[in-house]
């Protein structure tokens, strides 16, 4: 199947189905051939749970109000005494 730029805009859906369903869908713009609509392959890596359970945890006070005031002090080049 192939349409032009505008019939493509307006029916998005129906292309993206027949393209789904296997069907070659070729866009044109001014009646030349400028891109194909084809359905996408399965990925290719898996997501793999706990892949950030060697990094370092973070210490107990991580959050307090000391941490807290020497991050925004360095942040404005000032050293806490």
């Known amino acids: ?5 505008l019939e493509a805009k307006n029916q998005l ?3 993206v189905q027949a393209a789904l ?3 070659e869908v070729v866009i ?3 009646g030349v051939p ?13 997501r793999k749970p706990g892949a950030w ?4 945890k973070a210490k107990a006070d991580w959050d307090s109000p ?3 005031a020497a991050i925004a ?3 404005i080049g000032e050293t806490l005494l």
């Open 1 to 5: 199947m192939q349409c032009n730029m």
């Open 13 to 15: 859906s129906k292309l």
């Open 21 to 23: 369903a296997g069907e």
């Open 28 to 30: 044109a713009n001014k």
């Open 34 to 46: 400028v891109v194909r609509l084809v359905k996408m392959g399965a990925q290719d890596f898996t």
């Open 53 to 56: 359970s060697a990094l370092p």
């Open 66 to 68: 000391a941490t807290n």
């Open 73 to 75: 002090a360095s942040l």
